[in-house]
């Protein structure tokens, strides 16, 4: 989890290593912790060469999914896979859904497959031929995750801003987006919307171009964006994205955490307090796509709140860990760190996560 360190109950975790029988598809699945209920996530889009390397990446990804689920009230844990490059011969050329969709099926709804950060629908909708355990299917849903994680990000930027900057509104706040995939070009309309001033910035021309045409805001290089004078920045890129680095040249505010595990390391959740830079944790304001996507689950759980009021909650949470960050002095990761413990063992006391996996 970005910013948080290793927690106590390693031993629930489950990491699988599969070679899919009909393709040779090779990669590792984790479920993080069943006694939540079914793990959820992603494939990773992107095959690793080392092994080492992929269990890792999936083991952070399963620990941050939970974190965003237990602080959203999700009756669900975290998992991920990812696959190995060396996997099935002409994978390149033919799709690896099925072949995942197969994978899945076997772990018998302990598992239930994500679509990926920028939300591709035909992935699901291909897997889900092969396999019933599959969230995020065109029309399965009351809000589709892109919308809903750029709903929810939009959401915790206002909280954010209101304690570190006593705004009650983003209407000419200089707010810097670094990526503008599916989600980070929905979330700069959203801000457009309620009058921020936007810098956006992009490796791929055309995504900036789009966003020059569509908005009218200003573009940058990627590597200048960091070193803007802002009052919020807002990485949507990649995960890892501010180091040591990066976090000496930030000249903003509020750092906003739109995608997951934006802190390379721990330790700079602490730095980025003692700098003054309010952070709002990914697994607060970046928990919208999984909120839209699991809320339905808790149809188990007689819980019928619609999945847009869960997605607003976003705020309140957001506020109160500013609130408290401010009042005792203690860095937001921290704070998190802490409140999804709390949940963990008030979840896996009521014995109602464990009936919901079984």
């Known amino acids: 989890m ?10 629930h975790r489950q990491v699988v290593f599969f070679t899919e029988e009909e393709t040779g598809l090779r990669g590792v699945l984790v479920l993080d912790d069943n006694r939540l209920g079914p793990c959820v996530g992603a494939c990773r889009s992107r095959p690793y060469v080392d092994k080492e390397r992929a269990t890792a990446d999936a083991i952070r990804q399963g620990m941050t999914t939970t974190a965003k689920a237990l602080l959203a009230g999700l009756p669900v844990g975290g998992g991920c896979m990812a696959l190995l490059s060396d996997s099935s011969i002409g994978i390149r050329a033919a799709s690896p859904m099925p072949a995942i969709g197969r994978i899945v099926d076997k772990h018998a709804g302990r598992y239930l497959l994500l679509p990926d950060f920028q939300g591709d629908l035909h992935d699901m909708n291909e897997a889900a031929g092969y396999t019933r355990h599959v969230l995020g299917q065109s029309g399965q849903h009351e809000i589709d995750s892109v919308e809903a994680t750029a709903l929810g990000l939009r959401i915790g930027i206002e909280a954010a801003v209101h ?9 000419g706040l200089r707010i810097g987006i670094m990526g503008l995939g599916s989600v980070g ?6 801000l457009r919307q309620e009058g921020a001033r936007l ?6 021309p055309m995504r900036t171009e789009r966003a020059v045409r569509a908005l009218g805001i200003n573009c940058v290089a990627t590597e200048e964006i960091i070193h803007l004078d802002m009052d919020v920045f807002v990485p949507t890129a990649a995960k890892d994205t501010i180091d040591e680095g990066v976090l000496s040249h930030l000249r903003c505010k509020v750092l906003a955490g739109a995608v997951d595990d934006p802190l390379r390391t721990p330790t700079l959740g602490a730095k980025l307090h003692d ?11 970046n928990a919208g796509g999984l909120i839209s996507l699991a809320r339905p689950l808790s149809a188990l759980e007689m819980k019928t709140l619609p999945v847009l009021d869960d997605i ?4 309140p949470r957001m506020a109160a860990i500013a609130k408290r960050s401010a009042q005792e002095n203690l860095p937001t990761t921290e704070i998190v760190t802490s409140m999804v413990e709390d949940a963990r063992a008030a979840r896996v006391g009521s014995g109602t996560a464990e009936m919901l996996a079984s």
């Not at 304690?163 to 209407?171: A, N, T, V, Y």
């Not at 810098?199 to 791929?204: E, G, I, L, S």
């Not at 607003?312 to 705020?315: D, L, T, Y």
């Open 199 to 204: 810098t956006v910035a992009d490796r791929d």
């Open 185 to 190: 070009f929905r979330l700069a309309e959203l």
């Open 163 to 171: 304690q570190q900057l006593g705004r009650d509104h983003l209407m």
């Open 312 to 315: 607003k909650a976003i705020g």
């Open 2 to 11: 970005s910013g948080m360190g290793p927690r106590s109950d390693e031993e």
């Open 275 to 285: 700098r003054g830079i309010l952070y709002a944790p990914d697994v607060v304001i």
